[in-house]
């Protein structure tokens, strides 16, 4: 059975994130669009990050072009745009499915683990997100609607 530090993601440029780095840390996945009306949320999400970075808390984003084609960017147009617009400073992954036959092995492992209504995996829109403990425990899934911000309390909780 693979556990959450054998996943491996697909950065920019073809680099691998490993992620046996994030052992001990607190970790937000979020799937991420740049054409959205969640897309605000890169605010949020970095002031997290900024907010709990020191304390252990790392932020990924993964792109994903599969809702109403909201990110149809490039690898290098999307960390731009992150960067340019949201001052987003967490790492951004190369973009990815997240359903599907072609879904990344991080959703795939994370729809799994904590699955959503009603015991159904698949994920229904852009900025999906999911907390995950310093043992690699998936702890909670929150919906795109779930403000970054709202999450701050279960990131205290499990840093």
């Not at 991420?32 to 990050?49: D, R, V, Y």
């Not at 159904?120 to 999906?128: G, S």
Request: with cysteine; charged share 25%.
């Amino acid at each position: 059975m693979v556990n959450f530090y054998d996943l491996k993601a697909e950065m920019p440029q073809g680099k691998t994130y490993d992620f046996q780095q994030l052992k001990g840390k607190v970790v937000l996945i979020v799937n991420t669009a740049s054409k959205c009306g969640f897309t605000p949320q890169f605010e949020g999400l970095e002031k997290l990050f900024k907010q709990y970075e020191s304390r252990g808390l790392v932020i990924l984003g993964f792109p994903c072009n599969q809702f109403a084609s909201q990110d149809p960017g490039n690898d290098s147009d999307i960390g731009s745009f992150c960067v340019k617009n949201y001052g987003v400073s967490f790492p951004i992954m190369a973009k990815s499915d997240v359903n599907g036959e072609h879904a990344n092995e991080t959703f795939k492992f994370l729809k799994h683990a904590k699955p959503g209504l009603l015991g159904t995996e698949a994920i229904k829109w852009n900025f999906t997100k999911f907390l995950v403990d310093k043992q690699g425990n998936v702890a909670h899934r929150y919906s795109p609607t779930t403000k970054p911000e709202s999450i701050a309390q279960d990131i205290e909780k499990l840093l």
